[in-house]
């Protein structure tokens, strides 16, 4: 019988005892024999104890959640299926497979963190999964953090030496970190091994252009693209080694290209504003601004540079109203709310700019660079401000600001 199960039971009975003599001494008279309590729970050798029991109802609990996930996941209810493989490792942290199913749903999110700690987490407590161990070296590599990647698939090819998605995810790694020829061999060895993917000749592309090899790499990528002529990323690769070669007209086409297949591919349009601007055609990169904004409303760096750029071109309204709709997108982030203070104290319009910066000031919490930057940016409106204000600005109070939310 388990420690915890008997302590459980005894303490049960304890309290059952006290009551029944509570009730029996309530009231005056006194009986003549105590009155009796619910039995305690047999503890027969051989059979489950209550605990052993809720153990098993666990278990069996997170296996129901791990089946749910999979019919999601079928059904192409990827929240859903996220959801359920996380209730089955709350059950069962050691549970097999629920990690790595929902580590491979969170990569098709774009989340290879959270992604990369789902399949550390199957890699724990399941070390023999070797897919676990090679997609955590691709969301390592992903993440950076290529030295720990690397070390790990390097253990791998060595456990499966005939394995050519481990050798192509080795190679992907080495490229990531700036050792094209290292990434080249693991890559045209991948090849040698079944299925040949496009995405193993796309990155051998990558790597003899990162050798400036261009004729050998545009040979491979045009291989990568008879396999998969919609795959972005190859036509992008070639976008890059023709305008390597000095011809901006073919790149900025093959850019245009990638994007057909993939209108948020963020790389490719920012590639495109580099061209057009180099060409002096600021007005057509506004234009490219915008439809990367409306795709990834996230990139403010990018809102940043095309704010810039249509104040340069004397369009202060529609620097103001692109400013406006990063709030509007991303209002619950700080960065945001920035740029529009930035705006409209350069419209003169300080009191709003103040307000935006208050907001930004309260989700920015205690983040020491981005709270330095808007303490030195409330300073600067401060100073811009007219003697009969300014104290006005002084007294202005976080706690005193409603909570805005973004307006849909």
Do not use: C
Not at 7 to 17: E, M
Not at 56 to 62: D, G, V
């Amino acid at each position: 019988m388990r420690a915890g199960a008997a302590a459980t039971v005894l303490g049960a009975l304890a309290l059952l005892l006290a009551a029944a003599a509570h009730a029996a001494t309530a009231g005056g008279a006194r009986d003549s024999m105590p009155g009796e309590s619910e039995p305690a729970p047999l503890l027969i050798p051989g059979r489950p104890s209550p605990g052993d029991t809720m153990i098993h109802s666990r278990a069996q609990r997170a296996r129901d959640q791990l089946d749910l996930g999979h019919a999601f996941e079928k059904s192409g209810q990827t929240a859903a299926a996220i959801a359920a493989y996380s209730n089955a490792v709350k059950l069962d942290p050691t549970i097999a497979e629920a990690n790595y199913r929902m580590g491979l749903l969170l990569v098709r999110r774009d989340q290879p963190a959270a992604a990369a700690k789902a399949f550390a987490d199957e890699v724990q407590h399941h070390p023999e999964n070797a897919d676990a161990i090679r997609e955590l070296g691709i969301a390592l590599t992903r993440l950076g953090e290529t030295g720990r990647a690397i070390q790990s698939l390097e253990r791998l090819t060595r456990r499966q030496p005939k394995n050519g998605a481990t050798w192509h995810a080795l190679g992907f790694a080495y490229l990531a970190e700036g050792r094209p020829k290292n990434a080249e061999t693991a890559l045209r060895h991948a090849l040698t091994l079944p299925p040949v993917t496009f995405e193993e000749y796309r990155d051998l592309g990558a790597a003899l252009a990162a050798q400036r090899r261009n004729g050998e790499a545009r040979a491979e990528l045009r291989r990568a693209l008879k396999i998969a002529p919609a795959d972005p990323t190859s036509w992008f690769d070639l976008g890059n080694i023709a305008r390597r070669e000095g011809h901006a007209d073919s790149a900025f086409a093959l850019y245009r290209r990638a994007e057909s297949f993939d209108s948020s591919f963020a790389a490719t349009l920012q590639a495109q504003i580099q061209i057009l601007h180099e060409a002096g055609r600021d007005t057509d990169a506004v234009d490219v601004y915008r439809r990367l904004l409306r795709h990834r409303p996230d990139q403010h760096g990018a809102r940043l540079e095309a704010v810039e750029l249509l104040e340069s071109l004397g369009r202060d309204d529609d620097a103001l109203a692109l400013a406006r709709d990063g709030v509007r997108a991303k209002g619950d982030q700080p960065q945001p709310h920035v740029l529009l203070a930035v705006v409209l104290k350069s419209r003169g319009e300080l009191r709003e700019a103040m307000t935006e910066l208050r907001l930004a000031e309260r989700m920015v919490g205690r983040a020491p660079a981005e709270l330095q930057r808007v303490h030195t940016l409330m300073a600067a409106v401060r100073a811009a401000a007219p003697d009969s204000t300014r104290a006005r600005f002084a007294a202005d109070s976080v706690a005193a600001l409603p909570v805005r939310r973004p307006s849909r």
